[in-house]
């Protein structure tokens, strides 16, 4: 149990599992909604800047109600895409669709409530339910001594500032057709806390069993990585690069399929079936607790997520890399794991070589359960990985450049209203 390598409270691995900057909430933009924007900006303190800043952050703040007038007139909306800098505006009734759509389309979402008439105070009902449930199940761990005083501390819900998650969606403006992605933002949510305290242990665990490799600093790691591979000699010049992208799959996975793994994943890892004196079954109980309660408003309505996890979760990236990784390509793994390949991850993207055929690979990947629809994959002598370009050149050489994607980072304003 001691042997386990665990990452430290701040050595960014929550951030690491973040998917983007969206989950990322100012503690005075909390409950802004657009509507209040100018009274905001009326409101804002400015003696703290010099004349010049001042000058920029009123003509700023000019532009923004000038946004602000221009869309509320049209009937439209502003929306910061998933990736890159660019702003997407549209009508209200064509991005709704595109919501409507993408939750019909993956059944991840449950309406439990209409939050108004003798349902408005539903979402509080039901962030209390939630704390009783949580709390309770934590109780009782603790008096069966199934965990100790320390980690109940760690886990419990911190009620000063306790918020029910919130839901909503951004357009990936990078995919043809523009679809939408959901948001959750749940820094202040009931199960956060047992989140941040078991995914880090979690982590542990499938890094070893996978031999996988955190990449913290992004492309830096990833090229000091596979310099510090090649001149141990292990990478050929023949070797392929496959980029895997999680996609949807953070967002849809299965409950019960990815438990499942998890489970296979504990028990061949750990020879005295615990770590941190925390036992097998009660770290599923609490993944559990914290699947089970995903709960959010969005659009003064009441869902329940019950496929997937929340995006802003530590946890949910984790289960996302089991369920791929342990679960639907398991014989993947072991083949990669035995022939000593490079593999290694950065949020949503994971990386890996491959000293064989592309035919071979595929052949490997495909087997089992089909994840076309949830996720990315690229294979080839050279890949993208995030702002980096890898691979071998005409001569076999290992070359690394930054790597610029034209839809993502020099995309113009845009909106698919003519």
Known sequence: DSTWIL??????EDQDNQLT???TEPQKLKDLDWKDLPNFIHNMDYDHLNSHERKSARVENQTLLSIRRK??????IARLPYKGSSVYICSQNSFQQKVGDYMARTGAYKLIHQLNGVNQNASKKCLIDIVERVEIKLHNLLRSKSIAKRQYLAMTIDRSSLRLNYLYFVPETHKGQIPVRPI???NDGPTMAIARYI???LWS???RATNCIRFSNGAIDVVHAIERYAQNGHLKPSALFVTLNMDNLTTIFSHEQTIAALKSLLSDQLKDQMIQGITVDTMIELVYIVLQNQFCVSNNKLYQQFKGGASGLP??????Y???FYGQHRDLVASFVEKNELFGRYQDQALLTWHGSEDEFHTLFNTGIDTEHLMTMSVGSTIHFHDLEIGHNSKGVLESKVYYDRDIDTLPNVSDES
Do not use: E, Q, R, S
Request: net charge negative.
């Open 21 to 23: 900057y969206h989950h």
């Open 184 to 186: 959750m933002v749940c």
């Open 199 to 201: 995914t880090p242990l």
């Open 71 to 76: 869309t509320i007139a049209a009937n439209a």
């Open 205 to 207: 665990i499938f890094d």
């Open 322 to 324: 089991i369920n791929m």
């Open 7 to 12: 990452y430290k409270d701040d050595d960014g």
């Open 315 to 320: 946890l949910t990236m984790l289960l996302a």
